[in-house]
């Protein structure tokens, strides 16, 4: 270092050959000598004109070494040396969100943000950066509506921020501000629409095309296409080639982010225990962010093989999975956070599957089949996904071993009244729809005394949700909303409730499973997209069908009778218990050695040359009249109104005006086109309407349109 010193002693040594000399020891186990070269630099400068760069770049160095109250103090001088620094403030703001004083923080953030107007890039940049900063600390704090305030107003700075603005509809989802698309200064109802998120869809709309092609549609906006060819194995990325057979174990990778205490984690703890050594090989993928807990232990010790992939480039993702020679690589994740979606796009495996992280379609050219069961992907449903379906006997995995937080609590401890009906709903907030809280209202009115026991969200949401409730005419005291607690002691308060009310469109998954483990059956109302029948697969598969309901009039009727029928409720629980170690719903060993029959035939298909290729044909303009429709003004439906509707939109889009009957729902396509029938596209023509396609056991997966 000597030399160095000797250098920084020179009165010629500027801010410039500073900043070289100290990107020398910027790397691992060097920061400290960064350090020691700005500071001492910092001492033998106190009037240079740029100190206040060099007290920023300390604090850079300062923060990646960990000290961040020493960061703060090199930020704040940077600033007093320079007030209109603004990455000064907002870098204090991360070392005082270290520190743990949030409340620091938000404040250096919002002095970013509520500056004078911006005029530049640079100062408009720095703003949208506090403001989404302000925003994520909101949210984990549970302050959503000012997250939702400070999203609103980076928005207003820069409308093209997908990222944004799929939070800020998410927030109002988790919220229950209805209606969520609520249109503000230059954002349109059909802008918010075109800007959803997959899972923010599902939850949104019950329409399984849209779904499809809104997934194929973020795939191609939000990073899941491959930045380079998009193979890295020794395969072609898009057709099936004659494979030699393999003399060792098929290699199985799972990949996902949830592979933790999460609902993916307890689904699969026991899959990854009960796989079949003898012929499968078990690799795990890890792409969270979460520490490491007691269910990813278990889970990784379950698994023949474990890497954590977080933070690695595609590449590096895709050459591990390659590396390990594995055969079929099973997505885990989807269209949720944390998935490695342009790593699964460089085709790393020669077959990839879609299995249980998102409830549909993913809409790529990449992932083969999607694992479904006959309930909630039936032959007539199809269409609706790009890739070909595959079938166990009930779709969802389940954890035998879960662990309950021993005996049910009593009602008065969880502030329940001790003799009237409890129905319950513990799914997320941002599943509660205007459409459902109004069943669950009408039920309430026809059971007198009866409770809705609600998982909390943030008590503004609790106060907006009683409120909702007065506006319908229910007292809003008989809205009980159950805290938030540790998994196993969420499991041992079901037994409290009564009856599991499910929400539509995106119905219960989890829940429902957790539920109908503790003995609590539940009522669902059916619908027409992948997450609208998944809890009535679970219902099915649990022995009681009787309480699949199919229009929302039922759904009230079936509740209501349980809720003034005590005998037959009570039969309905009493069927549940005894059929817990014999459902199919509970059936671990069925359902691994069902998922390693499905393995084998999709291995089958691989060496034959018969893996299936997407069809992605037309996804464009089915995706076009998604974002048409006014999904929260439409209400549920059976299959073949989802689909006259869909018909109606299809004529409008291609320039026919047919009559509109009492449909105010759709809205013209903005754009010119030349006419044809009304199933037929631009580009491709598509089969007459009425038509399906024909069957075929080896067809390749086909997005065709609804008849």
């Known amino acids: 270092m000597q030399p160095l010193r000797v250098q920084v002693e020179d009165p010629g040594f500027g ?35 740029l100190r206040n760069v060099a007290c920023f770049n300390h604090g850079v160095l300062l923060t990646q070494a960990g000290r961040h109250a020493e960061a703060v103090a090199a930020f704040t001088t940077a600033t007093a040396l320079r007030p209109s620094f603004l990455a000064a403030y907002t870098n204090a703001g991360l070392a005082f969100e270290r520190l743990g004083n949030l409340q620091a923080a938000v404040g250096q953030w919002l002095h970013v943000a509520d500056l004078l107007a911006p005029t530049d890039g640079d100062l408009i940049g720095n703003k949208i950066i506090a403001l989404k900063h302000c925003a994520r600390v909101f949210k984990s704090v549970g302050d959503l509506d000012s997250a939702e305030e400070a999203l609103r107003r980076c928005l207003d700075l820069d409308r093209h921020q997908r990222d944004a603005l799929q939070h800020w509809i998410a927030l109002r989802e988790m919220q229950c501000k209805w209606p969520v698309l609520a249109p503000w200064g230059r954002f349109t109802r059909s802008n918010l629409t075109a800007s959803l998120a997959p899972l923010a869809l599902a939850i949104h709309a019950d329409d399984p095309m849209f779904q499809m092609t809104n997934a194929w549609r973020s795939m191609q906006r939000d990073g899941g296409c491959p930045s380079g060819p998009a193979t890295v194995g020794g395969w072609p990325a898009s057709e099936p080639v004659l494979a030699p057979a393999r003399d060792r174990k098929l290699r199985i990778g799972y990949v996902s982010p949830d592979l933790r205490e999460h609902a993916i984690g307890f689904l699969t703890a026991e899959l990854f225990e009960l796989h079949d050594r003898a012929g499968f090989e078990v690799f795990a993928y890890y792409s969270g962010r979460a520490p490491p807990d007691a269910m990813q232990a278990r889970i990784r010790e379950a698994a023949d093989q474990w890497h954590t992939v977080s933070g690695w480039s595609e590449r590096a993702v895709a050459s591990r999975i390659v590396q390990d020679d594995i055969d079929i690589l099973v997505d885990l994740g989807g269209h949720t ?32 089949y999607i694992i479904a069961d006959e309930v909630i992907v039936p032959a007539d449903r199809e269409r609706f996904c790009s890739e070909r379906v595959v079938r166990l006997p009930c779709y969802q995995p389940t954890d035998r071993r879960r662990a309950v937080a021993g005996p049910p609590p009593p009602r008065h401890a969880l502030g329940l009244p001790e003799a009237a009906m409890v129905y319950c709903c513990f799914n997320g907030t941002q599943k509660i729809t205007p459409a459902m809280f109004a069943c669950w209202m009408a039920i309430l009115d026809r059971v007198p005394g009866a409770v809705l026991w609600l998982l909390s969200g943030n008590a503004a949401t609790d106060v907006r949700l009683r409120q909702q409730a007065e506006r319908h005419g229910v007292a809003p005291d008989r809205l009980v909303f159950a805290e938030r607690r540790l998994n196993a002691e969420h499991l041992a308060r079901y037994p409290a409730a009564d009856l599991f009310l499910d929400t539509w469109p995106y119905g219960a998954h989890t829940t429902a499973s957790d539920a109908l483990w503790m003995g609590v059956p539940v009522v669902t109302l059916q619908g027409n997209s992948f997450a609208a029948r998944v809890c009535s697969s679970l219902v099915h598969a649990a022995g009681l069908p009787e309480l699949v309901c199919t229009d929302p009039a039922a759904y009230v009727a079936r509740a209501v009778e349980c809720g003034l029928q005590p005998g037959r409720l009570a039969a309905l629980r009493e069927r549940l218990q005894a059929g817990r170690g014999t459902c199919t719903l509970f059936d671990m060993p069925l359902l691994v050695g069902s998922l390693e029959g499905l393995y084998r035939l999709m291995w089958d298909d691989h060496l034959a040359g018969r893996s299936p290729v997407p069809d992605l044909a037309n996804f464009a303009i089915y995706n076009e009249i998604g974002d048409m429709i006014d999904h929260e003004a439409t209400g549920h439906s059976d299959l073949a109104a989802y689909e006259r509707a869909y018909a109606l939109a299809l004529a409008y889009s291609d320039g026919v005006t047919p009559a509109l009957g009492g449909s105010k729902a759709l809205a013209r396509s903005t754009h010119a086109a030349p006419k044809h029938d009304a199933m037929t596209p631009r580009r491709r023509r598509r089969r007459p309407a009425g038509r399906s396609p024909p069957p075929s056991a080896d067809r390749r997966s086909r997005a065709t349109p609804p008849r």
């Open 337 to 368: 956070g944390d998935v490695p979606a342009a790593s699964i796009a460089l085709k790393p495996a020669p077959v990839i599957v879609n299995w249980l992280g998102y409830p549909g379609s993913m809409g790529t050219p990449h992932h083969q």
């Open 15 to 49: 801010i410039v050959e500073l900043i070289g000399a100290a990107e020398r020891f910027t790397g691992p186990g060097r920061t400290q000598q960064g350090l020691d070269l700005y500071a001492h630099w910092l001492d033998q400068h106190p009037l240079d004109p």
